[in-house]
């Protein structure tokens, strides 16, 4: 029965969206293929995605980002997570290693844990990294040269990263520069079959409604102007999160019965800010995007181009979100024109075939 280690970062639900669609490539290459998910990811996010046969192994894989909400990066308290992760680094590599090789799989695969990479390593067994980006490079604009602890953690997630036999650069992408061996791959997605007559009326959308899916990825946003939402003739709202009661145009995922993917084809516009997995998607499905950026994530400068170079978008600042001045925003993407096709979907097959080789 050929195994693999998958080593998916908690960090909201971005790397597990990259890793899946790669494991069900690969399982159709790769007859009784098993997969371990070594993760904080719950169970859920995989029941109705992963196709082949898996377990969930759950444990931290690394830290990423300590956020308030999914617009804010917590800097004290992320290096503050970082510390106690690398407090005793060698005995957590040696720790994290003893369960790989008590799995004993045919390869380890990691997005984008430097845990599990160095880990992977230090069993012998072939390490693959696979992601649009890595941990060193968003943080390291965050780093205080004064603060002697931030750069030996920043040296230690890259000498992890360094020992990866490849890394698998997830287009678009960060130009990543701590792994040894890159192999460039295509954008990773695997986008819902688009049901917007079944949502319309699961929803009591009229005709010349527009339909908007509000969501901001695995880290919820607490707060929407629902007010100014409700307000808002013309349009119904979907929101990924808790919705008060007595609305009519704003309704909560959870009551509709659809998944967050099959909402998200279904739709006429998406409201988010840019992460990997809902760009990529909806650019490949041809929905306009209005976005709220962070400026404080090295990821977003990539995915905001692929958005504009290949679908439409209008960035919304964070202040007229709040106060619920959506409709320029909204009126400007849905004005803006495709400037060329987009390319193919082809990164989980990419990898799959990389894999295979190790498997």
């Given at each position: 029965m050929p195994l693999i280690w998958c080593s998916i970062s908690g960090h909201g639900y971005g790397h597990a969206a990259q890793?899946?669609?790669?494991?069900?490539?690969?399982?159709?290459l790769v007859p009784d293929l098993h997969a371990i998910l070594r993760t904080t990811v719950p169970a859920g996010f995989f029941e109705p995605r992963l196709d082949i046969p898996w377990q969930l192994n759950v444990g931290q894989q690394d830290v990423g980002?300590?956020?308030?909400?999914?617009?804010?990066?917590d800097v004290s308290r992320t290096w503050a997570a970082h510390a106690v992760l690398h407090s005793d680094w060698q005995q957590n590599i040696e720790t994290e290693a003893a369960l790989i090789r008590s799995a004993g799989p045919a390869c380890v695969l990691s997005d984008i844990s430097h845990l599990g990479i160095a880990a992977g390593a230090a069993t012998g067994i072939p390490t693959i990294g696979l992601c649009s980006l890595s941990w060193d490079l968003v943080l390291e604009p965050f780093a205080d040269p004064a603060q002697r602890e931030q750069g030996t953690i920043l040296r230690q997630i890259r000498e992890a990263y360094a020992k990866a036999d490849c890394f698998l650069r997830v287009a678009p992408a960060?130009?990543?520069?701590?792994?040894?061996?890159?192999?460039?791959?295509?954008?990773?997605?695997?986008?819902?079959?688009p049901q917007p007559a079944a949502l319309r009326k699961a929803i009591g959308a009229g005709q010349s409604e527009r339909v908007v899916l509000v969501g901001f990825g695995g880290i919820a946003l607490r707060a929407f102007p629902v007010e100014h939402m409700e307000a808002m003739d013309g349009f119904r709202f979907v929101v990924d999160g808790a919705v008060p009661n007595g609305l009519t145009r704003v309704l909560s995922l959870a009551s509709l019965g659809m998944t967050f993917k099959a909402v998200m084809a279904s739709v006429d516009m998406i409201l988010t800010k840019p992460g990997y997995g809902t760009i990529v998607e909806a650019v490949a499905l041809g929905i306009p995007v209005v976005y709220v950026r962070r400026y404080n994530f090295?990821?977003?400068?990539?995915?905001?181009?692929h958005l504009h170079r290949y679908g439409r978008g209008a960035e919304l600042p964070l202040a007229d979100f709040l106060q619920g001045r959506w409709n320029a925003a909204i009126e400007q993407a849905f004005a803006r024109p495709v400037s060329s096709t987009p390319p193919p979907l082809s990164g989980a097959q990419d990898a799959a075939h990389i894999l295979k080789e190790y498997v």
């Open positions: 890793v899946v669609p790669v494991l069900n490539a690969l399982g159709r980002c300590i956020q308030d909400g999914p617009l804010k990066i960060l130009a990543v520069t701590a792994f040894r061996s890159v192999r460039e791959i295509g954008p990773i997605a695997e986008p819902a079959v090295p990821d977003e400068p990539p995915l905001v181009d």
